[in-house]
Structures are given as structure tokens and as C-alpha cells.
């Protein structure tokens, strides 16, 4: 594994994939290195993809991925279901360090890390997880025709989210530790102003009730410290996002956030030879066609790169 490699793409899911299909098309033969737990990125963690073009039937998120990976390979990428554990980007060579202690040299290294929800930290949050806890009310919400909705957070996400689960719900209540919202001041009016979303102050969620679905929480007021248990079909966690840039810290330039800056439109690192996409570098949009398009650009932008050196 120590010959000079033309490029090795740190990560899978939907940008790292597509920047593997686009890589090796090129006849780049990229080496992707996919996680050892986190391969495919977060789309395995959903279940039906709605909204992924090309599927009028939708599809499962695993299937949608394993898809990608197949295409990948066809063209002569090679996958290592490891992760890289150390990274030195500077310089002309890039050196990367694997889970079993493999060292890669790389003229160009695509980073396709992704990003992770944050959780509330809950024992029963995890173990609910798709059944009836949710991180993403686009991906889930059509699941909740008529039901009664939590949903946590106190941001533009969480009030987006909120609004966007009430065309499904029957009812949506937004739990906030504070008693006031950190979200803009139009997303704040728009949740405000909607008759479908009741909002419960100063008050956290410490547990998720029911056997194999959530069927409530049990919630503490911050104020006046009471505990009480409340019916609910589903939990929304619209608590925010963490890039997975923890190896990239002090090697590229990233926002406050922790998102990896690039120039302009293009997907172009502080670091030469050095490309982000997908959500490592996307506040905005987190979609698995946003997604997989700046793993698309991320390819050509490192393809121009190679053969100009």
C-alpha cells in the first residue's frame, strides 16, 4: 500500500461514491476508504428515499448506496472498508494513515467525511432510532400521516423541521430548553404563527418511552425542576449538525463550525491537491443529490488538478 497513489478518497456515502465513479472513469483508480462502521454514510441509517431522482418507486437508502458502491467498483475504484486514522496534507505528497496501520502516499486526496446529527445523548433515543426517532423530517415525515409530533430544538433546523412535519401531523410540539429561540427571526414568526405547532418551553426531553416504537417522553421543566410523561407518535432531534472534520483541524482551513472552507464554487481546500464536498463542506442544503453533485465536481476539480502536475 506504500506506491505513490494518484488519488485516495477519504470517505463514502453519496459524494464519496459519486467522486469515485467520476475518479475512476478518469482512470484516476481512486482508493476510497469507505469507515469501517460509518461505510455509505447516512443514507444507511434511512429507510425509503423519496426524493432521490431517477426513482419514481423511491428506494431504500442502503440499496441507494449499495448501488453507488457497485458503480464504483465497476469502473476500477478500489474500496477498504477501514478508516483513516491520521492524515499530513501539507506538502506535494500526501501521506494518510489507516485503522491497521497502513501507510497511503497520494498526489490528491478528496475528503468526503460527512457530517453526523447530534443526538441528545439518550440511551432509548439510540435504540428507537427508526422507530420513531428521527433526525430528518424530509426523509421521515411522510411516515407520520395524522400523527402527534416532538420535535427538539431551538434553531432555524428545528423550526424548518417543525413547519415542514406539520403538512403530515396532526399536531406538532416544539421542545426548547430556553424560553426563547435561537432560530432567525422569520423562521421563529413562521413557526409561531402556525396553528398546527404548540411550543413547550424551558423544558428538556431526559428519556424516550415505549417497547419497540415511541409511544412518549419524559420531560423535565428547567425552572420549576417537575418531571412529567407526555404521548407522542415521534421524535424530531433538530439539535444540529457536526462536520466529521476532528483529523483535519490545524491541516485545512475550517469555519467556526468546523465545516472545511473551499473558494467560491469549486471544491478546492486551503491545501493544494486537497478537495472537500458533500456535507463536510454543506450548511445549507444535506441532501443525498447535493451531495453526490459536489462529489461529482470534487472528482473533475481533482482530475484538473492531476493533469496539470
Same mark, same amino acid.
Request: glycine content about 10%; some cysteine; overall charge negative.
Given at each position: #500500500?506504500?506506491?505513490?497513489?494518484?488519488?485516495?478518497?477519504?470517505?463514502?456515502?453519496? /459524494?464519496?461514491?459519486?467522486?469515485?465513479?467520476?475518479?475512476?472513469?478518469?482512470?484516476?483508480?481512486?482508493?476510497?476508504?469507505?469507515?469501517?462502521?460509518?461505510?455509505?454514510?447516512?443514507?444507511?441509517? $434511512?429507510?425509503?428515499?423519496?426524493?432521490?431522482?431517477?426513482?419514481?418507486?423511491?428506494?431504500?437508502?442502503?440499496?441507494?448506496?449499495?448501488?453507488?458502491?457497485?458503480?464504483?467498483?465497476?469502473?476500477?475504484?478500489?474500496?477498504? $472498508?477501514?478508516?483513516?486514522?491520521?492524515?499530513?496534507?501539507?506538502?506535494?505528497? @500526501?501521506?494518510?494513515?489507516?485503522?491497521?496501520?497502513?501507510? %497511503?502516499?497520494?498526489?490528491?486526496?478528496?475528503?468526503?467525511?460527512?457530517? /453526523?446529527?447530534?443526538?441528545?445523548?439518550?440511551?432509548?433515543?439510540?435504540?428507537?432510532?427508526? !422507530?420513531?426517532?428521527?433526525? =430528518?423530517?424530509? =426523509?421521515?415525515?411522510?411516515?407520520?400521516?395524522?400523527?402527534?409530533?416532538?420535535?427538539?430544538?431551538?434553531?432555524?433546523?428545528? #423550526?424548518?423541521?417543525?413547519?415542514?412535519?406539520? &403538512?403530515?401531523?396532526?399536531?406538532?410540539?416544539?421542545?426548547? !430548553? !430556553?424560553?426563547?429561540? !435561537?432560530?432567525?427571526?422569520? #423562521?421563529?414568526?413562521?413557526?409561531?404563527?402556525?396553528?398546527?405547532?404548540?411550543?413547550?418551553?424551558?423544558?428538556?426531553?431526559?428519556?424516550?418511552?415505549?417497547?419497540? @416504537?415511541?409511544?412518549?417522553?419524559?420531560?423535565?421543566? %428547567?425552572?420549576?425542576?417537575?418531571?412529567?410523561?407526555?404521548?407522542?407518535?415521534?421524535?424530531?432531534? /433538530?439539535?444540529?449538525?457536526?462536520?466529521?472534520?476532528?483529523?483535519?483541524?490545524?491541516?485545512?482551513? %475550517?469555519?467556526?463550525?468546523?465545516?472545511? @472552507?473551499?473558494?467560491?464554487?469549486?471544491?478546492?481546500?486551503?491545501?493544494?491537491?486537497?478537495?472537500?464536498?458533500?456535507?463536510?463542506?454543506?450548511?445549507?442544503?444535506?441532501?443525498?443529490?447535493?451531495?453526490?453533485?459536489?462529489?461529482?465536481? /470534487?472528482? %473533475?476539480?481533482?482530475? &484538473?488538478?492531476?493533469?496539470?502536475?
Amino acid at each position: #500500500m506504500s506506491d505513490l497513489h494518484e488519488l485516495v478518497i477519504v470517505g463514502s456515502g453519496p /459524494a464519496g461514491y459519486t467522486a469515485a465513479i467520476y475518479a475512476a472513469r478518469a482512470e484516476l483508480s481512486p482508493i476510497v476508504y469507505e469507515g469501517s462502521v460509518t461505510a455509505g454514510g447516512a443514507l444507511m441509517n $434511512t429507510t425509503e428515499v423519496e426524493n432521490f431522482p431517477g426513482f419514481p418507486e423511491g428506494v431504500m437508502g442502503p440499496e441507494l448506496m449499495d448501488s453507488l458502491r457497485k458503480q464504483a467498483e465497476k469502473f476500477g475504484a478500489k474500496l477498504i $472498508t477501514d478508516d483513516i486514522v491520521e492524515m499530513d496534507l501539507s506538502g506535494e505528497i @500526501k501521506t494518510l494513515k489507516d485503522g491497521s496501520g497502513n501507510t %497511503l502516499k497520494a498526489k490528491s486526496v478528496i475528503l468526503a467525511t460527512g457530517s /453526523a446529527y447530534k443526538e441528545i445523548g439518550l440511551e432509548n433515543e439510540k435504540r428507537l432510532s427508526g !422507530r420513531g426517532v428521527s433526525w =430528518c423530517a424530509t =426523509c421521515d415525515g411522510f411516515f407520520f400521516r395524522e400523527k402527534v409530533l416532538a420535535v427538539v430544538g431551538g434553531g432555524d433546523s428545528a #423550526m424548518e423541521e417543525a413547519n415542514f412535519l406539520t &403538512r403530515f401531523a396532526s399536531k406538532v410540539y416544539l421542545i426548547h !430548553r !430556553r424560553d426563547s429561540l !435561537r432560530a432567525s427571526k422569520i #423562521m421563529a414568526e413562521r413557526a409561531q404563527a402556525n396553528p398546527k405547532i404548540e411550543f413547550i418551553w424551558n423544558t428538556e426531553v431526559i428519556d424516550v418511552l415505549g417497547a419497540d @416504537k415511541v409511544e412518549g417522553l419524559k420531560l423535565r421543566n %428547567l425552572v420549576t425542576n417537575e418531571v412529567s410523561e407526555k404521548a407522542f407518535d415521534g421524535l424530531f432531534v /433538530a439539535i444540529g449538525h457536526v462536520p466529521r472534520s476532528e483529523l483535519l483541524t490545524g491541516q485545512i482551513d %475550517l469555519d467556526s463550525e468546523g465545516y472545511v @472552507k473551499v473558494e467560491g464554487r469549486t471544491t478546492n481546500t486551503n491545501q493544494k491537491g486537497v478537495f472537500a464536498c458533500g456535507d463536510l463542506v454543506d450548511h445549507t442544503y444535506r441532501q443525498a443529490i447535493t451531495a453526490a453533485g459536489s462529489g461529482c465536481a /470534487a472528482a %473533475l476539480d481533482a482530475e &484538473r488538478f492531476l493533469s496539470g502536475h
